[in-house]
């Protein structure tokens, strides 16, 4: 079998590039075809990826290996990391670990968002983090009703909704007040964005109901998928939200725990 790695660079970073040459030296010295083209990638099916970036660029690359089945392995070039393996200055031990085959394949849950608006065909679209629902205007609240299996659950008066998986709990949803879900854990996370009542309060599903998210009142509403895409909905359209039939996965070291990389990742520096 050919031996073949693909690297996933966040290019706006210019240490992400210098970076990418060294691990390409690197990999060609052991006799290994580095490649950088995603269609190359999957057609040569490279072993795994190295995302080069942060957070998002890791994202990125999980979510269109996913199909493919192609394993990452983050590296954070970034600010907060809460996902990506290793850090700048352990690249080549991390490296010689994989090629030792002293690693792991952790599994993260995705989720398939089905948008549902009339007079247009269904627009389907793959999220590793979250599904965001907000305001496309300044002007007054939306009302975003959640219905769980086809039963009404609760309604979100509010600026928005993030319906966010265990990887997303970290993300987006964090800023917005929801709890931290170890990725272990096969759950569906409702974070609601500035709620306008008490009783509109962060929920934890299990991820095998399938979620309707309609926007009850409000002429338009915002969705975007993983912080990337979006499409605007308008009054009475929804969003079906169910568990992806394939799952990401990251390659782990076993150097850092989850509950290792929390306190590393919000550990008060205040009190430092």
């Known amino acids: 079998m050919e031996r073949v790695v693909g690297l996933w660079i ?3 970073k210019p240490e992400a590039q210098t970076l990418a040459l060294q691990i390409q030296d690197w990999f060609e010295a052991r006799g290994w075809d580095v490649l950088t083209e995603w269609l190359d ?3 040569r099916q490279a072993q795994f990826l190295i995302s080069l970036g942060g957070d998002g660029t890791l994202l990125q690359a999980a979510r269109e290996g996913a199909p493919f089945g192609i394993p990452v392995l983050g590296v954070n070039l970034g600010r907060l990391g809460f996902l990506c393996e290793i850090e700048r200055e352990d690249v080549f031990g ?5 090629l030792r085959q002293e690693f792991q394949i952790q599994e993260r849950l995705m989720l398939k968002a089905i948008v ?11 999220v590793l983090n979250d599904v965001v629902f907000s305001r496309a205007c ?3 609240i939306i009302t975003l009703q959640a219905n769980l299996s086809g039963e009404p659950s609760v ?10 998986t265990p990887t997303g709990s970290t993300a987006y949803s964090l800023s917005a007040g929801g709890p931290i879900i ?5 759950a569906i996370l409702l974070t609601p964005l500035a709620a306008h009542t008490l009783s509109a309060r962060p929920m934890v599903v299990s991820d095998q109901e399938l979620i309707e998210i309609i926007l009850a009142s409000g002429e338009q509403c ?4 993983d912080g990337r895409h979006s499409i605007k909905i308008h009054s009475g359209e929804t969003v079906i939200i169910k568990i992806a039939p394939i799952k990401a996965q990251l390659i782990r070291l076993g150097s850092r725990s989850f509950p290792q990389v929390v306190r590393e990742k919000l550990r008060d520096r205040w009190h430092e």
Do not use: C, M, R, W
């Open 10 to 12: 966040n290019k706006s």
């Open 41 to 43: 990638i999957v057609e």
């Open 94 to 98: 991390a490296l010689e670990k994989i």
């Open 116 to 126: 549902h608006q009339e007079g247009a065909d269904d627009l389907s679209k793959l």
């Open 138 to 140: 300044t002007d007054g």
């Open 155 to 164: 309604s979100y008066p509010a600026d928005g909704l993030i319906v966010a």
């Open 182 to 186: 170890s990725p272990n854990v096969q």
């Open 222 to 225: 915002l969705v975007t998928f």
